[in-house]
């Protein structure tokens, strides 16, 4: 007794921003259904694609994509004395994040092998197929927990495991369509966002999800 609720004051609503071919989400105890544009996305939902992809934008221009055949959960999406604690489990597939904290937030990914936690923000892509994950950086600086110990790990490099105490670290692979994908859409978002600006102006809120699209 004596400690608030903080889940009904202080979670937050995250969405769907776009979807093409098969893309499916599930709400905590009920079935999965087809996903449409704009979905709100709460703490405890899963998103899954089959042959498809999925953006789901959350505040201040932070995004995740779902490459094909990819599952991710929203663990937790909250707000604890302004600042966002956002925690996002990827069982298996492949998905991309890009990243902007401010002072308080706080932000992870989860494997069934591995932690990655975000200390200032950035853009990576996390990998999960065969009992192996993978952490490839693009841009900032990551904290990767496989079990055994903390690895930092900056842009340019991947690092792999299979859960055992063997991690590698070594430079990036070489770009491929879902990153030239992930790429375009940052250069839409861009577009959107510098097409509001002189209608929206002081009007809107900066940590609104979808300014970009109107």
């Known amino acids: 007794d004596g400690v608030p609720d903080a889940q009904s004051d202080n979670s937050r609503i995250v969405r769907l921003s776009y979807l093409e071919g098969t893309v499916e ?19 405890g939902f899963r998103v ?12 201040s221009g932070m995004v995740v994509r779902l ?4 599952l991710v959960e929203f663990s937790q999406l909250a707000l604890t004395n302004g600042g966002r604690i956002t925690q996002v489990n990827l069982p298996a597939g492949t998905a991309m994040f890009s990243t902007l904290l401010s002072r308080g937030d706080t932000f992870s990914v989860t494997t069934p ?19 192996n994950s993978w952490v ?20 340019g490099h991947m690092l792999s495991t ?25 250069r839409e978002l861009y577009a959107g ?12 809120p900066q940590n609104a999800a979808s300014a970009a699209d109107l």
């Open 25 to 43: 989400f599930q709400r905590p105890g009920e079935d999965w259904q087809p996903a449409m544009m704009n979905l709100p996305i709460e703490a």
């Open 113 to 131: 092998n591995l932690e990655v936690d975000v200390p200032q923000g950035g853009r990576f892509r996390v990998d999960v197929a065969n009992g």
């Open 48 to 59: 899954r694609t089959g042959d498809g992809r999925a953006e789901i934008e959350l505040e």
């Open 193 to 204: 966002d510098q097409a509001e600006n002189p209608y929206l102006g002081a009007y809107a």
């Open 67 to 70: 490459a094909q055949n990819s």
């Open 136 to 155: 490839t950086v693009l841009k900032g600086d990551l904290v990767v927990d496989s079990g055994t110990g903390a690895t930092k790990l900056d842009a």
């Open 162 to 186: 299979n859960g055992s105490d063997q991690v590698n670290v070594e430079p990036s692979p070489v770009p491929d369509d879902f990153d030239t994908w992930t790429l375009d859409r940052d």
